[in-house]
């Protein structure tokens, strides 16, 4: 038998492969006076400023994102951090920052 069957495919030739679909998967923003190209998602050259209310608006996200975990999680903060990802205590901590209006 050879050593590839055993072992399986060589993980440095699939880490390879892998970030290559990803490049080629990725999308670039639109700039400005480019109207060749096809429509896009909006890209970073493309979102608004928020012009000082940046710490507000990532709090209402935040927020918002709570809300709709702890609704689907009928409430239930442990069901909550699982479906957003984060522990237990990294949800009360951010949940308790954010509903306070900390930055």
């Known amino acids: 038998r050879s ?4 072992m399986g495919p060589d993980p440095v030739e699939l880490d390879r492969r892998h970030r290559t ?12 006076g480019h109207d ?4 896009r998602a909006p890209g970073p050259l493309e ?17 918002d994102l709570f809300d709709q975990a ?4 009928r409430f239930n903060q442990k069901e909550a951090a699982r479906l ?11 949940h308790r920052k954010y509903k306070a209006g900390g930055e």
Do not use: Q
Request: hydrophobic letters at 40%; one cysteine or more.
């Open 3 to 6: 050593l590839c069957r055993v």
């Open 21 to 32: 679909e990803r490049m080629e998967l990725s999308w670039r923003p639109r700039r400005p």
């Open 36 to 39: 060749d190209e096809e429509p």
């Open 47 to 63: 979102w608004p400023l928020p012009e000082g209310r940046f710490d507000r608006l990532v709090a209402e996200f935040a927020l």
């Open 70 to 73: 702890l609704a689907k999680a």
């Open 84 to 94: 957003l990802g984060l522990s237990y205590h990294r949800f009360r901590f951010l």
